[in-house]
């Protein structure tokens, strides 16, 4: 963990843009109540093929307009390379210099994975269309990516993002934490310096984070899962032990040195409000 130990600590909140008008105003209040947290920034999520990249804009303009550090998301998959370069000058052209790249999911329907088939390749053509402009966040697996077919590929594939020009990373979420700690050694071995920041899952419905980590890949751990189960539709209950749990991962990284923490907030303030109370920030 000794070159995660030097960087400065960078808290972040993620949102995904959202589709009605309701979603939109809570969504506001949301933000505005994160941002009395005063995080380094928030991120927005951008939608396979660039469905969302409306949406994506609009909210990362709006949170930059009242004077906060916005990053929207960019996924290449589905995305012809004229398609993102038309994005990227779009928001160069509004001032965004920080930006999350990252592979995506194929849109259900679409056989073609579009021009720049992996994240590292985003990356490459990000930095060859734009020189130094933006400051890039990657993501990384610290249980492995669901089509990661051994252990030592995961940092490879990693690897070759920050040589394509990263500046930092965030992880998928997780509940294990030495996963991250062996990940950051393991990066560390293959010479890879750059801060990689935490993601965590507050937890606040259980059938919803079982969905979440089947797809993804991030693993609940059997005594974690039986717990959960157990409480059934008992919302308050799952609640707190969510609230315990993830205050107590969260304590453990900072102390050990991670550099920060990435709240995945599905749009909601009160858990990572919560925990971060809880945690003295």
Known sequence: MESQRKH???FSFEFFPPKTPEGKAKL???WKQLAQLKPRFFSVTFGAGGSTQQGTLDTVL???GAGHEA??????VASSKAEIKAILSHYKDNGIRHIVALRGDLPSGVAMAGELRYANELVSYIRETTGDWFNIEVACYPEYHPQTRNASDEVKNFKRKIEAGANAAMTQYFYNPDAYFRFIDECEAAGISVPIVPGIMP???FSQLARFSDA???????WMRMKLESYRDDTASIRSF????VTGLCDKLLSEGAPGLHFYTLNQAGAVSTIWQRLGL
């Open 8 to 10: 400065p600590r960078t």
């Open 28 to 30: 506001c209040a949301t």
């Open 62 to 64: 709006e949170i930059r």
């Open 71 to 76: 990053a929207p998301h960019l996924s290449c």
């Open 203 to 205: 937890i606040s419905n």
């Open 216 to 222: 993804c890949g991030a693993e609940i751990p059997r």
């Open 242 to 245: 969510g609230l315990d749990v």
